[in-house]
């Protein structure tokens, strides 16, 4: 079966640190993968998506970045953390545009 | 660019009360469309889904979501809303870029 690995699940970073964010996916090959940002009210941003390997896709100007290094590695990272990067942030996999969303549990960032 | 609005922020019924949520996407081509549900403290699960066919969508816990293609709409409905309904809800639509809404926050009195 298929099971997603994010972590760390909570971290405290400060302001101007490096940032990575590491998921990976067991038991299928080729997922779709996606970073979000869950903030109250907002609903779920999207902030990268990935088709497949070196393919990356890039949601909204900020201060990140991602890659995918391997076929089911999906890598979130910053240079210099800014304070309005704290927030929940959720990694996810599917197989195909039709199928649902397999969710990490997350990792709540704080930035001081 | 593609989208995905709400139009309900915060809902308020009593149960037995009848549901309807609003989901309007903007997306070229095709498009598949999701509801899903966070009840507090949980991760988000799958309500019901659509890609093709019958555009009456049945899900899980009574609920159901119509297709109207015309109106780029896939609004969410249930009959009659229990306690247990109190969750964030979100639609979501996805043609490899799964996009979500800004969520409606439904509150149910008993």
């Known amino acids: 079966s298929q099971t997603i690995h994010q972590w760390p699940a909570t971290l405290v970073q400060p302001v101007g640190s490096p940032l990575s964010l590491e998921c990976t996916v067991e038991?299928?090959?080729?997922?779709?993968l996606y970073w979000y940002r869950q903030a109250a009210g907002r609903g779920l941003q999207l902030l990268f998506y990935?088709?497949?390997?070196?393919?990356i896709s890039s949601e909204v100007p900020q201060n990140l970045s991602a890659s995918r290094p391997q076929d089911r590695q999906f890598i979130l990272s910053s240079k210099k953390l800014l304070l309005s990067d704290s927030g929940f942030y959720l990694c996810?996999?599917?197989?195909?545009?039709?199928?649902?969303?397999?969710f990490g549990n997350g990792t709540r960032l704080t930035v001081t | 660019a593609q989208s995905v609005s709400q139009h309900n922020h915060h809902v308020i019924l009593s149960e037995a009360a009848s549901l309807e949520l609003g989901c309007n996407y903007s997306?070229?081509?095709?498009?598949?469309l999701f509801w899903y549900v966070q009840y507090p403290g949980q991760h988000l699960q799958l309500l019901l889904k659509?890609?093709?066919?019958?555009?009456l969508v049945k899900g899980i816990k009574g609920f159901e979501a119509e297709f109207i293609k015309s109106k780029f709409s896939f609004n969410l409905r249930k009959p009659s809303v229990q306690w247990s309904d109190t969750a964030e809800y979100f639609c979501?639509?996805?043609?490899?870029?799964?996009?979500f809404g800004a969520g409606t926050r439904l509150t149910v009195k008993p």
């Open positions: 659509y890609f093709s066919g019958d555009p």
């Open positions: 990935s088709v497949g390997i070196g393919q």
């Open positions: 997306y070229g081509g095709t498009v598949n």
């Open positions: 038991g299928t090959s080729n997922p779709n």
């Open positions: 979501a639509a996805n043609n490899n870029d799964m996009r």
């Open positions: 996810a996999w599917s197989p195909s545009a039709a199928s649902p969303l397999h």
